[in-house]
């Protein structure tokens, strides 16, 4: 079964960077895509970049203004995300999610992490 495990949130003050990692194991070929997602309180998931491991193809939604990069090693079949520049803004519980198919940043992928809780302090 693919299992996902996100880490590396944190509490951390604004202009800061984080990175995110997410831990994938179990997929039969790689040419699977990882997302990351971010919920903050009271506000819906939103998908936020993606990355086809396969052929490193990326992309990114406008509102991060260039600030996160995502990428991904396949030796220890490892995405990151690294966060620099953050927020108040970016506070949320991000999520990794994998699926076969191209997903973008939709939420229809079928594997899901659970959460790592990024806060950002002004």
């Known amino acids: 079964d693919v299992q996902l495990q996100a880490s590396g949130g944190g509490l951390v003050q604004a202009g800061s960077s984080l990175r995110l990692s997410c831990a994938a194991s179990?997929?039969?070929?790689?040419?699977?895509?990882i997302g990351w997602f971010r919920q903050a309180p009271g506000k819906q998931r939103e998908g936020i970049s993606c990355i086809t491991v396969s052929d490193n193809s990326t992309y990114y939604v406008d509102s991060l203004e260039g600030r996160f990069t995502i990428s991904s090693d396949k030796v220890k079949n490892t995405v990151y995300l690294q966060m620099n520049s953050l927020k108040p803004e970016d506070t949320a519980v991000y999520y990794c999610a994998a699926d076969y198919h191209y997903r973008a940043t939709t939420g229809l992928y079928d594997y899901w992490g659970q959460g790592t809780l990024v806060t950002v302090s002004s």
């Open positions: 179990g997929f039969t070929r790689d040419d699977y895509t």
